[in-house]
T-cell receptor
Framework: DGGITQSPKYLFRKEGQNVTLSCEQN?????MYWYRQDPGQGLRLIYY???????QKGDIAEGYSVSREKKESFPLTVTSAQKNPTAFYLC?????????????FGPGTRLTVL | QQQVKQSPQSLIVQKGGISIINCAYE??????FPWYQQFPGKGPALLIA?????SEKKEGRFTISFNKSAKQFSLHIMDSQPGDSATYFC???????????FGSGTRLQVQP
């Protein structure tokens, strides 16, 4: 099956801890993205990567970090510097970057800070 | 300039009725306008998309109407069904830009 997997589905974190969210795709897509979704708001871009070993900040990158060491993987770390990390996190990929290629989304990870 | 405004925030429609969701944008450089459908606890999935060289695109019961001069576009769901109950997001982007700019979403409930 081709697609995007995110793990875990639910994640609980204590204040002051860093956590890493996994995103893997087997679609052979070059571009990958991380979005944050809060109730009543649209998806907001955290980071994106158009090729391996390269990534750029999105609109709300503060308190987050990413890496892109492999084409199929784009993990997101939520650091203790993120003031309000409780949210639904969505990973996406597209054949190429540029915004006009169809983005395919994973099932999401719901992060709750206790 | 990058914002996409979506309305209404929520919508209740009877089975068989027409659901209409509207979006407006400011940046005239946008040239790609997709709609995404999201069911609870799932990631969004592309429903239908349009480029500004056409005023309407139809796929089954779903139609996008596009008004370039007004900088508005809308999603029409004909013969709405309970299975259409979901959150719908409009989005916009431009060739060469990094990613999509999403509207705030519309929660649609189709009553049987």
């Amino acid at each position: 099956d081709g697609g995007i997997t995110q793990s875990p589905k639910y994640l609980f974190r204590k204040e002051g801890q860093n956590v890493t969210l996994s995103c893997e795709q087997n679609l052979n897509h070059d571009a990958m993205y991380w979005y944050r979704q809060d109730p009543g708001q649209g998806l907001r871009l955290i980071y994106y990567s158009q090729i391996v070993n390269d990534f750029q900040k999105g609109d709300i990158a503060e308190g987050y970090s990413v890496s892109r060491e492999k084409k199929e993987s784009f993990p997101l770390t939520v650091t203790s510097a993120q003031k309000n990390p409780t949210a639904f996190y969505l990973c996406a990929s597209s054949r190429a970057g540029g915004g006009t290629d169809t983005q395919y989304f994973g099932p999401g990870t719901r992060l709750t800070v206790l | 300039q990058q914002q996409v405004k979506q309305s209404p925030q929520s919508l209740i429609v009877q089975k068989g009725g027409i659901s209409i969701i509207n979006c407006a944008y400011e940046n005239t450089a946008f040239d790609y306008f997709p709609w995404y459908q999201q069911f609870p606890g799932k990631g969004p999935a592309l429903l239908i998309a349009i480029r500004p060289d056409v005023s309407e695109k139809k796929e089954g019961r779903f139609t996008i109407s596009f008004n370039k001069s007004a900088k508005q576009f809308s999603l029409h769901i004909m013969d709405s069904q309970p299975g259409d109950s979901a959150t719908y997001f409009c989005a916009a982007s431009m060739t060469g830009r990094r990613a999509l700019t999403f509207g705030s979403g519309t929660r649609l409930q189709v009553q049987p």
